[in-house]
């Protein structure tokens, strides 16, 4: 049987850019950022155009907000491509390559084929829901840093998927992983709690990324105080909790 060119292999993909990190533990650090299409949940709180799109939008200039569609599906090659071409115009200047969505779990067939080429050029920053641990394996081996949620049924009108959760958790300690939650008005101290459980049961050392519910005008929906309460409840379990607004609606950028 021949074996697949995986560079002709290609998915539809919604964008490619380069952009500052906005949320947890890599705030600040400046990607690039491929957002596969679709997503297994439906949050409340979810501000994300992740549908697939008749063309992919691509930065025409990284960092420059101005986009030119690429007809779909993208091969690997073209994103390689493109990767590669931004890291000669700007060295040093992207941290890693983030995958995200939607849930870029998805697509962990493809993954299991692209990510050990794109590892070539950078490390790989995966963000995701956290609740498709049968796919993890196939991936862990290429992923550096993983970003995963906790859903907290209340702020995010979610089922409850707390065994989904600490399964994958329990894979992606193999890598540098931290874990987020996102808060809003119906947040309860109890689910908070029960998330703090669950991620210190594995290890009270992961750090744990308490986010409120931010606006596109960069308005924190939560009060000050209540935050500051979630902080404390979540200290008294794991020894590095962070409360992390999303950093890009400030800076107004993708």
């Not at 998915?11 to 705030?27: C, M, R, T």
């Not at 200290?235 to 962070?242: E, H, I, P, T």
Request: hydrophobic share 45%.
């Amino acid at each position: 049987m021949p074996v697949p060119n995986t560079m002709n292999s290609s998915a539809p993909l919604v964008e490619i850019f380069s952009s500052l990190q906005g949320e947890g533990v890599l705030a600040g650090y400046r990607q690039i950022f491929v957002r596969f299409p679709g997503c297994n949940l439906d949050c409340s709180f979810c501000d994300t155009d992740f549908e697939a799109q008749t063309a992919c939008r691509v930065e025409t200039t990284p960092g420059s907000g101005q986009f030119q569609e690429l007809a779909q599906p993208v091969s690997l090659e073209t994103l390689l491509g493109i990767i590669t071409r931004w890291c000669k115009q700007l060295p040093n200047a992207h941290h890693s390559i983030s995958i995200t969505g939607g849930e870029p779990m998805l697509h962990a067939d493809l993954l299991a084929r692209w990510l050990p080429e794109l590892n070539i050029l950078l490390p790989i920053h995966l963000e995701t829901n956290g609740t498709l641990p049968e796919a993890l394996p196939r991936l862990i081996e290429h992923l550096d840093v993983i970003s995963m949620d906790i859903k907290l049924p209340g702020s995010a009108a979610t089922p409850e998927l707390w065994q989904e959760h600490k399964r994958f958790l329990e894979i992606a300690l193999e890598r540098d992983v931290s874990v987020k939650v996102i808060v809003g008005e119906l947040t309860t101290e109890q689910e908070l709690l029960k998330a703090c459980k669950l991620v210190a049961e594995l290890d009270d050392e992961i750090p744990f990324i308490i986010q409120p519910v931010t606006g596109r005008d960069g308005r924190v929906a939560v009060a000050p105080e209540r935050l500051m309460q979630f902080q404390a409840v979540a200290a008294k379990r794991l020894c590095d909790v962070r409360v992390l607004p999303q950093m890009h609606r400030f800076l107004e950028v993708a």
